[in-house]
């Protein structure tokens, strides 16, 4: 079992940044890969970005250039960040950290407000 926990969302005006962080805690051994999704209202949760442990990255394309993911890796716990510069209000949403072995994990998510 993996344990996700999401913190940094908020309200930023257009424009702006945010930095969201993931801890990831339990069976993190066997994970190959984690990602961020979100899911705005009324709308399908769709990828952000995801990293492999090979250090592989993607990004949707409505994000690519304005945001960035990395991970830190120690014995006992992954970190996984995503930078967000450039916020838009199309980027508002609830946004999810996830990791993969045989299975996806998800944390609870964190909303993320783009708003003058």
């Known amino acids: 079992q993996v344990q996700l926990v999401e913190s940094g969302g908020g309200l930023v005006h257009p424009g702006g940044s945010l930095r969201l962080s993931c801890a990831a805690s339990?069976?993190?051994?066997?994970?190959?890969?984690m990602g961020w999704y979100r899911q705005a209202p009324g709308k399908q949760r769709e990828l952000v970005a995801s990293?492999?442990?090979?250090?592989?990255?993607?990004?949707a394309d409505s994000v690519k250039g304005r945001f960035f993911i990395t991970d830190t890796w120690s014995k006992d716990q992954n970190m996984v960040f995503l930078q967000m510069n450039s916020l838009k209000p199309e980027d508002t949403a609830v946004y999810y950290c996830?990791?993969?072995?045989?299975?996806?994990?998800w944390g609870q998510g964190t909303q993320v407000t783009v708003s003058s």
């Open positions: 990293i492999t442990t090979a250090g592989s990255t993607d990004y």
């Open positions: 996830s990791a993969r072995d045989l299975f996806v994990y």
């Open positions: 339990g069976s993190i051994f066997s994970i190959n890969a």
